[in-house]
């Protein structure tokens, strides 16, 4: 394969791929689009909504399977202790299908963005331990993040290219897919067009972003940035909320709400994410509510599918 990114996969990228799904997309009567649409989610939980309340490992996947999930996001802060108190992976893997569910991404914090060498080589070992681990257990795609950077800091986008081909690559190797995760308040890492400038330049075709509501507001991005890039580039899509009053250079992660119970521009964002889409888009409620920490992990579960299916029926 060539190192360039090739004209094709840049249009792609950008959004200005072949017209051919949108003639074939405006041809459907509006009943089966709509129904289209539907089926083009898959609606997946990930455990910070539930994280509060202190379950452990298996106990949040039985809580996201009663609820109606068949899809997770976990995190690694919470499947290490299980590991590290005498779990197995093959036993989270028997779990896993005994409930029916499939883990569609893991959130971990790796530094692998860092100048300092040593610390960004210790984030690129640890990374492919952790990528290792998921691919054991079937999970194909882990989050990238700015973990380790600050403002003062951080690398020049073209500099984070470059390492986030590397793990691209070491990725490939394993089967899982690092994807370069937006948050809205890390230079350079802040906003739609930073982190598809990142994929772009690092001029390899598994590059995936990773969006949330909470960041496209808390980076200060007009979603109509997203009408500009190929909406396949986004696989996984956070989904939560935020109230009215909040400057988004004030708002933080505990402000988060239930999808539909705030002001964000959600059905906009989730049309936009729609158009040409050729796989599911993974919708994944993705809350640090204090509030919601102090009710029932199954109520918070429960109560998230159901805000997410709303606003998807009402598309």
């Not at 403002?151 to 994807?179: C, F, S």
């Amino acid at each position: 394969m060539k190192n360039n990114i090739t004209r094709r996969r840049s249009l792609e990228l950008l959004g200005f791929a072949a017209a051919m799904p949108v003639a074939a997309k405006m041809s459907l009567p509006v009943k089966e689009e709509k129904l289209r649409e539907r089926y083009l989610f898959t609606y997946c939980l990930n455990m910070s909504t539930i994280a509060g309340q202190k379950l452990g490992f298996m106990k949040e996947l039985e809580t996201a399977a009663e609820a109606g999930f068949r899809s997770v996001e976990i995190w690694m802060g919470t499947l290490q202790p299980y590991l590290q108190s005498g779990g197995t992976l093959q036993q989270v893997k028997n779990r896993l299908n005994d409930l029916g569910l499939k883990v569609e991404d893991c959130i971990s914090f790796n530094e692998w963005i860092v100048d300092d060498d040593a610390r960004r080589q210790k984030g690129i070992d640890n990374m492919k331990r952790e990528m290792e681990m998921m691919a054991e257990i079937g999970c194909k795609r882990m989050a990238a993040t700015g973990m380790g950077t600050s403002a003062a800091d951080v690398p020049a986008k073209e500099v984070i290219a470059e390492r986030y081909r590397g793990i691209l690559e070491m990725g490939g190797q394993i089967g899982v897919v690092p994807q370069l995760e937006m948050w809205g308040f890390q230079k350079n890492l802040q906003d739609v067009a930073e982190v598809l400038y990142i994929a772009m330049k690092s001029r390899h075709p598994s590059a995936r972003v990773l969006l949330d509501v909470f960041h496209l507001y808390n980076g200060n991005t007009s979603i109509e940035t997203l009408s500009l890039m190929d909406p396949n580039a986004v696989e996984m899509f956070h989904m939560n909320d935020y109230p009215a009053g909040l400057p988004y250079q004030t708002i933080t992660d505990s402000d988060r709400i239930y999808p539909g119970d705030g002001i964000a521009p959600i059905k906009q964002t989730l049309n936009i994410l729609l158009q040409n889409r050729k796989t599911h888009l993974v919708l994944s409620t993705e809350l640090f509510n204090k509030a919601y920490y102090q009710q029932s992990a199954l109520t918070v579960a429960k109560t998230s599918l159901a805000k997410m299916k709303a606003i998807v029926e009402s598309l």
